[in-house]
Nanobody, 124 residues
Framework: QVQVVESGGGLVQPGGSLRLSCAAS????????MGWYRQAPGKQRELVASITRGGSTNYADFVKERFTISRDNAKNTVYLQMNSLKPEDTAVYYC??????????????????WGQGTQVTVSS
């Protein structure tokens, strides 16, 4: 009933930029916050950045001043502008929609949703 879809990943050279997009769709009443996580092979999934419905942001230390998260609440969409990319940024980037309140045939429910992930590869 609710879908979270990422886009914008790809292959870039070190120092390059990418802009990731994530859109949540369905019978959505509200979303508390949205964020980006990433997972490299053999490593745990980690927070990259998040933003609340009110606009408060949180960044991991390793991306602060390089990445910028933004959102369009009306469209249930979040973006991640990634600049000065480094090889160590290579990972699958996942979008998370936190505490999504949605309508089902039985009423309203709240849960988290994850996107399928989009690959970001930084290599020369």
């Amino acid at each position: 009933q609710v879908q979270v879809v990422e886009s914008g990943g790809g292959l870039v050279q070190p120092g390059g930029s990418l802009r990731l997009s994530c859109a949540a769709s369905g019978s959505i009443f509200s979303i508390n916050a949205m964020g980006w996580y990433r997972q490299a092979p053999g490593k745990q999934r980690e927070l990259v950045a998040s933003i609340t419905r009110g606009g408060s942001t949180n960044y991991a230390d390793f991306v602060k001043e390089r990445f910028t998260i933004s959102r369009d609440n009306a469209k249930n969409t979040v973006y991640l502008q990634m600049n000065s990319l480094k090889p160590e940024d290579t990972a699958v980037y996942y979008c998370n929609a936190d505490r999504v309140t949605y309508r089902s045939t039985f009423g309203f429910y709240t849960r988290d949703y994850w996107g399928q992930g989009t690959q970001v590869t930084v290599s020369s």
